[in-house]
């Protein structure tokens, strides 16, 4: 086979900085060194390669050298340098190869290069070019022995010149044809002193090339990217058992779609906080790669940059076509409904109401606006987003006041989080964005549609517990099924429905005296107790009310054809159960007014359809199943003798 | 409480088969015609019946009486259902009470 020609003069054009050249070149050494540098870095392989002329140092990259370990590049073998740069250091210039591509496996040394002497390879000019000269087809055969020779030579993990031991080998062996290079006996390992500066690859000054987000992973070794900032955080301070620190992150999208998180900490924070700005294009280099934390990061991207002391970011001020300011991925709204709880997604509607904001207690008694609106697309299902924080008061004031003026404004929002509370909400996270009236093609034809008549179009809300009876997911039990069929014994709690009679009510308490202080959007509730000043203590708001609310805690027995049971009923539905509140109840009851015993009767022994939470409870050590009425409705006749006809027909039509 | 005749549950598919016997149906009036009342199945059929009240159009009436044909019955005792009544599940009785579930009602 005829050997691809190396590329005249190669080396030295490489070595001036030609970085297009894409020299063919001959390997005549490949070594192994240990380094310190970054971690998982732990060995490098260094090339010297030729043009048959001049020869130089290659340091490989890290992506290659899986390659060079494999064997696949050898001495001898003639390969096209298809990504490099050049590295001057310490007045020595070396080639850094990024990617290359064998073309010969291996091959006789060609031409006759002039090695600089601290290469410390060591090919016996006279001795092997003469022969080779006059004897080019030795291939096969010297491809064997060369085999042979690499192999031993590949076993020992660091190979290394012996110069002085080597030279009176070789002098011994002129004749052996086969032959390339003596691989010589191997003296014990002696790290070569000469390249200990020339290790990492981080002290490469040359730019690196921009590559696509998307090809962006860690073994890449020196990469540059060119991106948009899409989203910014804020720098958040946290404590953790090694002290304390801050980080922030932001998102860059590329002209290819790619994306990808940056983080950086502590005096990173300082240094690259107010040089990156949300919608600038910037070049960023030198990062780390790890894999993406999903909890955090919601990006399409299974890595993450993390930010180092030479990293570097820097603003291109002339990129504003190429790259996209945002990329979304629209979820259409019956879609959602499918979604999973807590599911990151894009969404896009017209807004069709804004409810005020509200400022709600948090868990951890911190306080925060709140902000509902509900959007409407195409799929005929409207749904319902929360604004938090400060999406209430910017992008939420703002859609407010469109919506008063009548024009009902696109809304597209990305990075929301389905909550499944109450049917199917969306609502904002810290890292979530909202657009208004966005230059979308989706915005577009929402806009159109919406203007030629999707506006009067019928929804239905996914955000709503009020489906109605028909595609209501109710699971119909006897009061017998559900002990027999051991309702309420798992994690989450059974939800049935029960067709059942009220066949006693208890009446020594029926409510309890609850806190009237209003937090937020709901009421506390928390039972209060009479402090000596003759008012109502609560401990949960701390404060003291002249007066409590009154609110029901009915315990009730229920009865159909199969069995009986207890059952809790509270505010809502023992008020719907009675007719009456717990206060007017509590009143009658003192004053011994037969109208108390009138109103407890009237709701015996009808046949109601009880929605039941099972679950089961601890008291004390006990663990005992708990039902809980949820809905109390009267049985429709209608209703429930089509429900009963469906049954049959079910039944019988097996037989 | 008299078992001796009891009154099948037809409609208007259904009182063919008990022609000549007792029966009981639910029918939408819809008008009169000579003197007989002219009612709506609860599947659709045209019903006459006789010797039936007063009752006002549009409103769902029970008739019991003897069946004289396939169309017609001859009313013993007719009741005012007024107009909050469901067609459907009636229909669903008729047809489930002669004939997978006959053995249940008569």
Same mark, same amino acid.
């Given at each position: 086979?005829?050997?691809?020609?190396?590329?005249?003069?190669?080396?030295?054009?490489?070595?001036?900085?030609?970085?297009?050249?894409?020299?063919?070149?001959?390997?005549?050494?490949?070594?192994?060194?240990?380094?310190?540098?970054?971690?998982?870095?732990?060995?490098?392989?260094?090339?010297?390669?030729?043009?048959?002329?001049?020869?130089?140092?290659?340091?490989?990259?890290?992506?290659?050298?899986?390659?060079?370990?494999?064997?696949?590049?050898?001495?001898?073998?003639?390969?096209?340098?298809?990504?490099?740069?050049?590295?001057?250091?310490?007045?020595?210039?070396?080639?850094?190869?990024?990617?290359?591509?064998?073309?010969?496996?291996?091959?006789?040394?060609?031409?006759?290069?002039?090695?600089?002497?601290?290469?410390?390879?060591?090919?016996?000019?006279?001795?092997?070019?003469?022969?080779?000269?006059?004897?080019?087809?030795?291939?096969?055969?010297?491809?064997?022995?060369?085999?042979?020779?690499?192999?031993?030579?590949?076993?020992?993990?660091?190979?290394?010149?012996?110069?002085?031991?080597?030279?009176?080998?070789?002098?011994?062996?002129?004749?052996?044809?086969?032959?390339?290079?003596?691989?010589?006996?191997?003296?014990?390992?002696?790290?070569?002193?000469?390249?200990?500066?020339?290790?990492?690859?981080?002290?490469?000054?040359?730019?690196?090339?921009?590559?696509?987000?998307?090809?962006?992973?860690?073994?890449?070794?020196?990469?540059?990217?060119?991106?948009?900032?899409?989203?910014?955080?804020?720098?958040?301070?946290?404590?953790?058992?090694?002290?304390?620190?801050?980080?922030?992150?932001?998102?860059?999208?590329?002209?290819?779609?790619?994306?990808?998180?940056?983080?950086?900490?502590?005096?990173?924070?300082?240094?690259?906080?107010?040089?990156?700005?949300?919608?600038?294009?910037?070049?960023?280099?030198?990062?780390?790669?790890?894999?993406?934390?999903?909890?955090?990061?919601?990006?399409?991207?299974?890595?993450?940059?993390?930010?180092?002391?030479?990293?570097?970011?820097?603003?291109?001020?002339?990129?504003?076509?190429?790259?996209?300011?945002?990329?979304?991925?629209?979820?259409?709204?019956?879609?959602?409904?499918?979604?999973?709880?807590?599911?990151?997604?894009?969404?896009?509607?017209?807004?069709?109401?804004?409810?005020?904001?509200?400022?709600?207690?948090?868990?951890?008694?911190?306080?925060?606006?709140?902000?509902?609106?509900?959007?409407?697309?195409?799929?005929?299902?409207?749904?319902?987003?929360?604004?938090?924080?400060?999406?209430?008061?910017?992008?939420?004031?703002?859609?407010?006041?469109?919506?008063?003026?009548?024009?009902?404004?696109?809304?597209?929002?990305?990075?929301?989080?389905?909550?499944?509370?109450?049917?199917?909400?969306?609502?904002?996270?810290?890292?979530?964005?909202?657009?208004?009236?966005?230059?979308?093609?989706?915005?577009?034809?929402?806009?159109?549609?919406?203007?030629?008549?999707?506006?009067?179009?019928?929804?239905?809300?996914?955000?709503?517990?009020?489906?109605?009876?028909?595609?209501?997911?109710?699971?119909?039990?006897?009061?017998?099924?559900?002990?027999?069929?051991?309702?309420?014994?798992?994690?989450?709690?059974?939800?049935?429905?029960?067709?059942?009679?009220?066949?006693?009510?208890?009446?020594?308490?029926?409510?309890?005296?609850?806190?009237?202080?209003?937090?937020?959007?709901?009421?506390?509730?928390?039972?209060?107790?009479?402090?000596?000043?003759?008012?109502?203590?609560?401990?949960?708001?701390? %404060? +003291?009310?002249?007066? @409590?609310?009154? /609110?029901? #805690?009915?315990? $009730?027995?229920?009865?159909?054809?199969?069995?009986? &049971?207890?059952?809790?009923?509270?505010?809502?539905?023992? %008020? +719907?159960?009675?007719? @009456?509140?717990? /206060?007017? #109840?509590?009143? $009658?009851?003192?004053?011994?007014?037969?109208?108390? &015993?009138?109103?407890?009767?009237?709701?015996?022994?009808?046949?109601?359809?009880?929605?039941?939470?099972?679950?089961?409870?601890?008291?004390?050590?006990?663990?005992?199943?708990?039902?809980?009425?949820?809905?109390?409705?009267?049985?429709?006749?209608?209703?429930?003798?089509?429900?009963?006809?469906?049954?049959?027909?079910?039944?019988?039509?097996?037989? | 409480?008299?078992?001796?005749?009891?009154?099948?549950?037809?409609?208007?598919?259904?009182?063919?088969?008990?022609?000549?016997?007792?029966?009981?149906?639910?029918?939408?009036?819809?008008?009169?015609?000579?003197?007989?009342?002219?009612?709506?199945?609860?599947?659709?059929?045209?019903?006459?019946?006789?010797?039936?009240?007063?009752?006002?159009?549009?409103?769902?009436?029970?008739?019991?009486?003897?069946?004289?044909?396939?169309?017609?019955?001859?009313?013993?005792?007719?009741?005012?259902?007024?107009?909050?009544?469901?067609?459907?599940?009636?229909?669903?009785?008729?047809?489930?009470?002669?004939?997978?579930?006959?053995?249940?009602?008569?």
């Amino acid at each position: 086979m005829a050997a691809p020609g190396l590329t005249p003069n190669g080396v030295q054009a490489t070595l001036a900085g030609d970085l297009n050249l894409k020299p063919v070149v001959q390997v005549l050494d490949l070594r192994s060194i240990a380094v310190n540098g970054p971690p998982g870095s732990g060995t490098r392989y260094r090339a010297v390669v030729s043009d048959g002329v001049a020869a130089t140092s290659a340091m490989f990259a890290t992506q290659l050298c899986d390659i060079a370990r494999s064997g696949v590049i050898r001495r001898g073998a003639i390969v096209q340098l298809v990504d490099y740069t050049v590295n001057n250091t310490n007045g020595r210039r070396f080639v850094v190869v990024l990617n290359l591509e064998v073309l010969v496996p291996e091959c006789e040394i060609i031409g006759n290069p002039i090695i600089p002497p601290e290469l410390g390879v060591s090919i016996p000019n006279s001795t092997r070019v003469d022969h080779f000269n006059g004897a080019p087809r030795h291939g096969p055969a010297a491809g064997s022995t060369l085999n042979t020779m690499t192999r031993s030579s590949d076993s020992a993990p660091v190979m290394h010149r012996s110069m002085a031991g080597n030279s009176s080998n070789m002098a011994t062996r002129p004749h052996d044809n086969a032959s390339v290079f003596q691989p010589t006996v191997q003296p014990p390992y002696r790290p070569a002193p000469n390249y200990r500066n020339h290790g990492t690859i981080m002290k490469n000054d040359a730019p690196a090339r921009i590559i696509p987000i998307n090809a962006l992973n860690p073994y890449q070794g020196r990469w540059a990217i060119k991106a948009r900032v899409t989203a910014k955080g804020e720098i958040r301070r946290y404590n953790n058992s090694k002290g304390g620190g801050k980080v922030f992150s932001f998102d860059l999208l590329d002209s290819d779609g790619g994306e990808i998180k940056v983080t950086c900490f502590n005096a990173l924070v300082d240094r690259f906080y107010d040089a990156v700005e949300v919608g600038k294009v910037y070049i960023v280099s030198r990062g780390s790669l790890k894999p993406a934390k999903k909890d955090y990061n919601h990006l399409n991207n299974e890595w993450e940059i993390f930010l180092e002391s030479q990293s570097t970011i820097e603003l291109c001020p002339d990129e504003n076509s190429s790259i996209p300011a945002q990329r979304f991925n629209f979820t259409s709204i019956d879609k959602i409904e499918d979604a999973q709880n807590n599911a990151i997604l894009d969404v896009i509607g017209v807004v069709t109401s804004v409810n005020p904001t509200v400022t709600v207690q948090r868990k951890n008694g911190m306080e925060t606006q709140k902000r509902v609106i509900t959007l409407k697309d195409m799929s005929g299902r409207s749904v319902e987003v929360t604004m938090w924080g400060e999406f209430c008061n910017r992008e939420g004031l703002q859609l407010q006041e469109m919506v008063e003026c009548g024009a009902f404004p696109v809304l597209a929002v990305k990075a929301g989080k389905v909550n499944d509370y109450s049917g199917k909400s969306v609502g904002t996270i810290s890292s979530s964005k909202l657009f208004i009236d966005p230059d979308l093609p989706e915005a577009h034809s929402l806009r159109q549609w919406f203007d030629c008549g999707g506006r009067d179009a019928s929804t239905q809300s996914i955000s709503r517990d009020v489906t109605p009876a028909a595609s209501r997911n109710e699971i119909r039990k006897t009061v017998a099924q559900i002990k027999d069929e051991n309702l309420g014994l798992g994690d989450k709690p059974d939800w049935v429905t029960v067709k059942a009679a009220v066949i006693f009510l208890k009446t020594d308490s029926f409510y309890y005296t609850a806190c009237p202080n209003v937090v937020g959007d709901r009421q506390c509730n928390k039972k209060v107790t009479k402090a000596d000043s003759g008012n109502w203590l609560c401990d949960k708001c701390n %404060q +003291e009310f002249p007066e @409590c609310d009154y /609110r029901y #805690l009915l315990q $009730l027995q229920i009865q159909d054809h199969s069995g009986t &049971t207890w059952a809790t009923a509270f505010q809502e539905t023992a %008020q +719907e159960l009675l007719g @009456c509140s717990a /206060r007017e #109840l509590s009143t $009658l009851k003192e004053n011994e007014d037969p109208r108390y &015993t009138e109103i407890l009767i009237q709701c015996l022994y009808q046949d109601y359809l009880l929605r039941l939470k099972v679950k089961e409870e601890s008291y004390g050590d006990e663990r005992r199943v708990k039902n809980t009425v949820a809905k109390v409705e009267r049985v429709d006749p209608v209703a429930e003798s089509k429900f009963l006809l469906h049954g049959i027909s079910t039944l019988t039509a097996s037989y | 409480m008299d078992t001796s005749s009891p009154s099948a549950f037809v409609n208007g598919e259904t009182l063919k088969m008990f022609v000549g016997r007792r029966v009981r149906t639910v029918v939408q009036v819809q008008g009169f015609e000579g003197g007989m009342l002219v009612g709506q199945s609860t599947d659709g059929h045209r019903l006459t019946i006789k010797g039936a009240m007063d009752v006002p159009v549009s409103h769902f009436m029970e008739v019991c009486g003897i069946a004289e044909s396939n169309q017609s019955i001859h009313a013993d005792v007719c009741t005012d259902f007024g107009t909050n009544f469901d067609p459907v599940p009636f229909n669903g009785l008729c047809k489930l009470a002669n004939d997978k579930f006959k053995h249940l009602f008569l």
